[in-house]
């Protein structure tokens, strides 16, 4: 399994963005997805997960503003953005955990930058 993101960026205070990471294996629907990221000089935070029946979790920093949404047909979650602000700025990365199993896969990465 190997996550690939896409969709970030740079996008000034108050704007959108959505991110999509795509992961290559037959049998999306029994991982766990998920966002984490790492801003400068930040630790790594977990942003939201989905699980296989649709349930989510968000950090208190990001609820209300992101969304996370999966759709196993094409093996692929996304997050909807809004509402940035620069302390939003980060690496962001999906990641894939094997709900059976607990081995999780990480995707390289796609830089966010909040920025006027």
């Known amino acids: 399994v190997q996550p690939v993101e896409s969709g970030g960026g740079l996008v000034q205070p108050g704007g959108s963005l959505t991110l999509s990471c795509v992961a290559s294996?037959?049998?999306?629907?029994?991982?766990?997805m998920a966002w984490y990221r790492q801003g400068p000089g930040k630790p790594r935070e977990l942003v939201a997960h989905?699980?296989?029946?649709?349930?989510?979790y968000y950090a208190d920093s990001v609820k209300g503003r992101f969304t996370i949404s999966r759709d196993n047909a094409k093996n692929t979650v996304s997050l909807q953005m809004i509402s940035l602000k620069p302390e939003d700025t980060a690496n962001y990365y999906c990641?894939?955990?094997?709900?059976?199993?607990?081995?999780?896969?990480w995707g390289p990465g796609t830089q966010v930058t909040v920025s006027s």
């Open positions: 989905i699980n296989d029946n649709d349930s989510t």
């Open positions: 294996t037959h049998i999306f629907s029994v991982y766990r």
């Open positions: 990641v894939a955990r094997r709900l059976d199993t607990g081995n999780d896969y």
